[in-house]
């Protein structure tokens, strides 16, 4: 028998070894990744925090709240990826006990669901995957799950406080990813009169009035950041969030938007039942029976079910209308579903969701180490960024749809100048050095006009003696000098793409 004091600690200790096994066998990943640790790198060299920058450019995409955690952690610890995983790691531990926290506020006589919820959420496939990756969805799932226990408890005793209080979260979330968290809080908002409590919950005249006022709240930390931010970039950076980003992801008009086929989300959802599909107890639970149960005796538990599933299946809804979409977008719908798996899971043994979950963190750990000396490598940057670091004084230019993916890694002080003429720019920067890449017939790029033939030849033995290394891949990127003589610079060997994609997209 677990003491409870460890039992309520080990979740944690789970998502620490996530944690560990992806830092010491996993690099950063390519494109996001190392993109948003070299927009922090940049900020965090400048001191410029409301208008971040990729390349030493404004980068107008994304708000600064994830990178302003990051670099406040970069002041504390020194610049480094475990300092910015920390800021991670914090976010994931919040998601789990916020998680928990929201299963005793709507089933508040329910300790054995709230008991299993910490590994419901730990255990689960995808908040094993997201944890461990330095992105925006886990930063923003907290927001999502603060508000919505401040609109909670405003929907109860009508204190316009907590009203403000959610308001505040809300504009957090604006701050770290954008408008979309009105999406994921919006749905339980429009969806009041499902799930109000109509013997002591306030009327919904009056919950709209108090969501309105959040709203208005809301504008009070996105206007600290997006004024000054709009100031100094004219106006560019409201155009590009709200126009370029958002409205172009709903359309699919924004380059490398991802637009994918209205079902792909529901293709998906079965991942949110990995690893609790392989638990025999759960195919016994005779779920249709159970609902049909509690709808027949009026349960007072139906409120917060309705609550949560029809939350999830707007959310779900409205992203699978918007045209770009990518898994990790349903990560702050992970909560929703989670509770409502705890809720017809609260009979299966604790111990048992427990193992489930220590059985992943072993697939994962067996998984990183084997990968990290395979497929990872491909991905890993840093024997380019080494390259890249011991010639930092170096003009340097791309000529690529360049995402800064170096930036970090290479710890780099100035731009790459970006080309559509890498020869003449070569031409123009003696010594210089430029980034291409291969495309499937050929290498782009030659040293200098006097050595094109002999240049190109070696470029073409070493990308067969390449492609036959990763058969059906293709390799990038590539450093070409201007020399009189031979052929460039051998590139550094670790980095491939499947054949046919351009440098560094997904």
């Given at each position: 028998?677990i003491?409870?004091?460890v039992?309520?600690?080990?979740?944690?200790?789970?998502?620490?070894?996530?944690?560990?096994?992806?830092?010491?066998?996993?690099?950063?990943?390519?494109?996001?990744?190392?993109?948003?640790?070299?927009?922090?790198?940049?900020?965090?060299?400048?001191?410029?925090?409301?208008?971040?920058?990729?390349?030493?450019?404004?980068?107008?995409?994304?708000?600064?709240?994830?990178?302003?955690?990051?670099?406040?952690?970069?002041?504390?610890?020194?610049?480094?990826?475990v300092?910015?995983?920390?800021?991670?790691?914090?976010?994931?531990?919040?998601?789990?006990?916020?998680t928990?926290?929201?299963?005793?506020?709507?089933?508040?006589?329910?300790?054995?669901?709230?008991?299993?919820?910490?590994?419901?959420?730990?255990?689960?496939?995808?908040?094993?995957?997201?944890?461990?990756?330095?992105?925006?969805?886990?930063?923003?799932?907290?927001?999502?799950?603060?508000?919505?226990?401040?609109?909670l408890?405003?929907?109860?005793?009508?204190?316009?406080?907590?009203?403000?209080?959610?308001?505040?979260?809300?504009?957090?979330?604006?701050?770290?990813?954008?408008?979309?968290?009105?999406?994921?809080?919006?749905?339980?908002?429009?969806?009041?009169?499902?799930?109000?409590?109509?013997?002591?919950?306030?009327?919904?005249?009056?919950?709209?009035?108090?969501?309105?006022?959040?709203?208005?709240?809301?504008?009070?930390?996105?206007?600290?950041?997006?004024?000054?931010?709009t100031?100094?970039?004219?106006?560019?950076?409201?155009?590009?969030?709200?126009?370029?980003?958002?409205?172009?992801?709903?359309?699919?008009n924004?380059?490398?938007?991802?637009?994918?086929?209205?079902?792909f989300?529901?293709?998906?959802?079965?991942?949110?039942?990995?690893?609790?599909?392989?638990?025999?107890?759960?195919?016994?639970?005779?779920?249709?029976?159970?609902?049909?149960?509690?709808?027949?005796?009026r349960?007072?538990?139906?409120?917060?079910?309705?609550?949560?599933?029809?939350?999830?299946?707007?959310?779900?809804?409205?992203?699978?209308?918007?045209?770009?979409?990518?898994?990790?977008?349903?990560?702050?719908?992970?909560?929703?579903?989670?509770?409502?798996?705890?809720?017809?899971?609260?009979?299966?043994?604790?111990?048992?969701?427990?193992?489930?979950?220590?059985?992943?963190?072993?697939?994962?750990?067996?998984?990183?180490?084997?990968?990290?000396?395979?497929?990872?490598?491909?991905?890993?940057?840093?024997?380019?960024?080494?390259?890249?670091?011991?010639?930092?004084?170096?003009?340097?230019a791309?000529?690529?749809?360049?995402?800064?993916?170096?930036?970090?890694?290479?710890?780099?002080?100035?731009?790459?100048?970006?080309?559509?003429?890498?020869?003449?720019?070569?031409?123009?920067?003696?010594?210089?050095?430029?980034?291409?890449?291969?495309?499937?017939?050929?290498?782009?790029?030659?040293?200098?006009?006097?050595?094109?033939?002999?240049?190109?030849?070696?470029?073409?033995?070493?990308?067969?003696?390449?492609?036959?290394?990763?058969?059906?891949?293709?390799?990038?990127?590539?450093?070409?000098?201007?020399?009189?003589?031979?052929?460039?610079?051998?590139?550094?060997?670790?980095?491939?793409?499947?054949?046919?994609?351009?440098?560094?997209?997904?």
């Amino acid at each position: 028998m677990i003491p409870a004091h460890v039992e309520r600690l080990l979740p944690y200790l789970f998502l620490l070894a996530l944690t560990c096994i992806a830092v010491v066998f996993r690099p950063l990943l390519p494109v996001d990744e190392t993109r948003y640790l070299s927009v922090t790198w940049e900020m965090y060299l400048s001191g410029q925090i409301f208008v971040p920058t990729m390349n030493f450019a404004p980068y107008l995409q994304k708000p600064p709240l994830l990178f302003w955690l990051i670099d406040l952690a970069w002041d504390i610890f020194g610049a480094s990826r475990v300092a910015a995983m920390l800021v991670i790691f914090v976010a994931s531990s919040l998601v789990i006990w916020l998680t928990t926290r929201l299963t005793k506020t709507l089933f508040p006589r329910r300790d054995d669901i709230a008991s299993r919820i910490p590994w419901l959420v730990g255990g689960s496939t995808i908040f094993v995957i997201y944890s461990t990756l330095i992105l925006f969805d886990m930063l923003l799932t907290v927001f999502v799950l603060a508000a919505l226990l401040s609109l909670l408890a405003f929907a109860k005793n009508g204190n316009h406080w907590h009203a403000v209080l959610a308001g505040l979260f809300i504009g957090l979330g604006v701050l770290t990813k954008g408008p979309v968290v009105l999406i994921h809080i919006g749905a339980p908002i429009l969806l009041y009169p499902f799930w109000r409590d109509r013997q002591a919950g306030l009327a919904t005249p009056k919950f709209f009035a108090g969501a309105g006022l959040a709203i208005l709240a809301a504008l009070i930390p996105v206007a600290i950041w997006l004024v000054p931010a709009t100031i100094q970039t004219k106006g560019n950076f409201v155009y590009d969030l709200v126009w370029n980003q958002s409205a172009g992801r709903v359309t699919g008009n924004l380059h490398n938007s991802h637009g994918r086929p209205f079902y792909f989300y529901v293709v998906l959802l079965p991942i949110m039942l990995v690893p609790w599909i392989f638990i025999p107890e759960v195919w016994r639970l005779k779920l249709g029976a159970r609902i049909r149960g509690l709808i027949d005796l009026r349960s007072p538990d139906l409120r917060a079910l309705r609550l949560l599933s029809f939350s999830f299946v707007a959310v779900l809804l409205v992203f699978s209308a918007i045209s770009g979409k990518q898994p990790h977008y349903l990560v702050p719908m992970l909560p929703f579903a989670t509770i409502l798996f705890g809720y017809f899971m609260a009979e299966i043994p604790l111990a048992k969701l427990r193992n489930s979950a220590f059985v992943l963190l072993a697939i994962f750990g067996i998984g990183h180490a084997a990968a990290s000396a395979t497929a990872f490598r491909r991905e890993d940057l840093m024997p380019l960024a080494n390259f890249i670091d011991e010639r930092k004084n170096t003009d340097w230019a791309v000529a690529f749809d360049y995402q800064d993916e170096v930036g970090f890694l290479a710890r780099l002080q100035k731009p790459f100048e970006s080309t559509d003429n890498p020869e003449e720019w070569l031409r123009s920067h003696p010594g210089g050095k430029s980034l291409s890449a291969f495309t499937s017939n050929e290498a782009i790029l030659s040293s200098s006009r006097d050595n094109i033939d002999g240049a190109a030849a070696d470029r073409a033995a070493r990308k067969t003696q390449l492609t036959a290394t990763y058969p059906g891949r293709q390799i990038y990127p590539i450093v070409f000098s201007k020399i009189s003589a031979g052929s460039p610079e051998p590139p550094p060997q670790s980095a491939v793409l499947p054949a046919g994609k351009n440098p560094f997209e997904r």
